[in-house]
């Protein structure tokens, strides 16, 4: 039973989608709780199938530890996510049911991501989740804001994806095989120099594709307009889900597929690296709309994991392999970022207000609100003791035993940029006195969530042993390279 | 004599047009044929290459993409109208609500 995950949530998402057009109204409340009972048996498959280590389908779909651990991703992810759309949606559309069952899909569509193993898989999955988060993003249909959103998404997503696969055709071409391992091993043994100069133009062609999920400059540009149009539960999760998984795809096509290449492509990935966290962060102080703020604080954030993947040294058994720190980024971010879109969703339920200018006084109207902002922002800005402080630890840290100080010094230079804008919001929320002071009543739902995703925060700080031995387990599948 | 060469040559030109008309053209209809116009390039290498090396793989690769882009098509088109019935105007330099 090693693909159970994906089949259940195929089976929930249908099962969603069916319920909601023929089932009465009463039953159609029910529907989110079906999708998070769908989402909580995917996670159950994944533990069970821990430890699996396969090669399926013709070698296509790929069963193994680093896949698994995406596929919690996902599926915790999921979870929290529905949960918190249920308040945000009643009232904002009848259609909640195709909600719920697009939402699965991208859900699946995400694991199946994490466990591509051949460029036709690569293909077909990132188009899979592209398709479903463009419906997402355009969902509410009425308002002009998600419209546009949708289509801007829609035309970068439909053009980088172009580019990719042309990509991927002459990697097919000069290689002969679609299969990630059999094309590492073709590059390793042939001798013709014009399949070296192929293969350092075809994946740059790839990256376009993944650059654009992972929102990495200069593929960025859709990220601010779709995040602010969106439905902010979907904002949510396009800042953590397509991200986490672009960077499964990344990490997996540069570690399995381009290792012998790997002296070409660092000095690139460190470029893109050091303009997706300096661009992300300097516009991100000059912006007064939260939801477009956390858009250029995700594409910054999106930096700092590369610096990871640039510093990555599997040999010996040093803790700073810069792979085990893009999983432990990813992980902490996942937690940090979902709760501060739900901080910002649970002000936005009550009040429809997006604007930083609007969290004035939010000290003395939401306490726990304004309490939970400044957990998730140290930890967004790195500092201690959160979950984002670890996170940076690592992948700066590989980075150092690289020798990329430059790299390292820069990524800290805009941790500290990255304070400015974080605190602007705590300001405004602590010390700026509200318009209207009365109190903003927050949902038990959205609370609950808020209450896990700070301890979650929290809890990675103070005892992260058992995330260290995740991220560890999780990159055994990759050997030695170098 | 025809070989691998004239044909990744003619699709890396219909990728390059497709690409200028994405950029130069401003109606999304349009830019969404360009769009097709830069799949069908990947499309002819996949099919030259498979050819070039005796390989199915390839031509079993350009059926998917040919599905593909038709959901592609639906998602696009949908959004499109969806669009148009907003605001009854699709040129996209006038799309302008989000921006900063």
């Known amino acids: 039973m090693l693909i159970s995950p994906e089949l259940i949530l195929a089976i929930f998402g249908m099962l969603v989608l069916v319920v909601d057009l023929i089932g009465r109204a009463r039953t159609r409340e029910w529907l989110p709780w079906v999708t998070v009972l769908g989402f909580v048996l995917a996670f159950a498959a994944t533990l069970y199938i821990w430890g699996s280590n396969a090669s399926i389908f013709a070698g296509m779909y790929s069963v193994d530890m680093f896949s698994l651990f995406f596929k919690l991703l996902a599926t915790i992810a999921g979870t929290m996510i529905v949960l918190v759309s249920i308040d945000y949606l009643r009232g904002r559309t009848t259609r909640q049911g195709e909600f719920f069952s697009i939402f699965t899909f991208s859900i699946l569509a995400m694991t199946m991501m994490a466990s591509s193993a051949s460029l036709l898989m690569i293909y077909l999955s990132i188009e899979f989740l592209s398709y479903t988060s463009y419906l997402l993003t355009g969902f509410l249909r009425e308002d002009k804001k998600s419209n546009e959103a949708a289509l801007k998404y829609f035309l970068y997503g439909a053009i980088t994806s172009a580019v990719m696969l042309y990509g991927l055709s002459l990697l097919y071409g000069v290689s002969g095989s679609l299969n990630l391992t059999d094309i590492a091993t073709a590059f390793a043994n042939t001798v013709d120099p014009s399949v070296r100069t192929v293969a350092l133009v075809a994946p740059a062609l790839v990256l376009a594709g993944l650059g654009f999920k992972i929102s990495l400059v200069p593929f960025h540009q859709w990220a601010p307009d779709a995040y602010e149009g969106a439905p902010t539960p979907v904002t949510a999760f396009l800042s953590v889900g397509p991200k986490a998984v672009g960077f499964a795809i990344l990490l997996r096509v540069a570690l399995t597929t381009l290792p012998i290449y790997q002296a070409s492509w660092i000095p690139l990935l460190a470029v893109i690296s050091i303009i997706t966290m300096t661009l992300g962060n300097l516009v991100a102080l000059r912006q007064t709309n939260i939801k477009r703020l956390l858009a250029y604080s995700s594409i910054a954030q999106a930096g700092y994991m590369l610096i990871g993947l640039v510093g990555v040294n599997l040999t010996g058994n040093s803790p700073f392999s810069g792979l085990n720190g893009v999983l432990i980024y990813l992980f902490a971010y996942l937690f940090t970022n979902l709760g501060a879109f739900i901080c910002v969703i649970a002000i936005e339920n009550a009040t429809g207000a997006v604007n930083i200018a609007d969290y004035a006084g939010l000290v003395r109207r939401a306490p726990f609100v304004a309490a939970l902002f400044i957990i998730f922002f140290l930890s967004l800005a790195g500092i201690p003791p959160t979950a984002g402080f670890i996170g940076k630890f690592f992948v700066f840290g590989a980075a150092l035993r690289e020798g990329f100080l430059t790299l390292a010094a820069i990524g800290v230079i805009n941790s500290i940029i990255s304070v400015f804008y974080y605190f602007a919001v705590i300001r405004a929320a602590f010390f700026l006195d509200a318009k209207d002071p009365s109190p903003i009543r927050i949902t038990p739902l959205v609370t609950a969530m808020l209450t896990v995703t700070a301890a979650m925060v929290l809890l990675i700080a103070v005892y992260p042993q058992p995330l260290f031995n995740l991220a560890a387990w999780s990159m055994g599948m990759f050997g030695v390279v170098k | ?100």
Not at chain 2, 29 to 34: A, E, G, I, P
Not at chain 2, 63 to 91: C, K, P, Q, S, Y
Request: one cysteine or more.
């Open chain 2, 1 to 100: 004599m025809l070989t691998v060469n004239h044909f990744i040559l003619l699709s890396a030109i219909l990728f390059c047009l497709g690409a200028v008309g994405v950029l130069i053209r401003r109606n999304p209809l349009v830019m969404f044929m360009s769009i097709e116009l830069m799949l069908n390039a990947a499309n002819l290498a996949f099919v030259a290459f498979s050819r070039y090396l005796n390989n199915l793989d390839g031509q079993i690769f350009v059926f998917l993409i040919l599905t593909v882009a038709a959901a592609e098509v639906a998602v696009g088109l949908a959004i499109i109208v969806a669009m148009f019935r907003a605001r009854e105007n699709v040129d996209v330099d006038e799309v302008n609500e989000l921006k900063g």
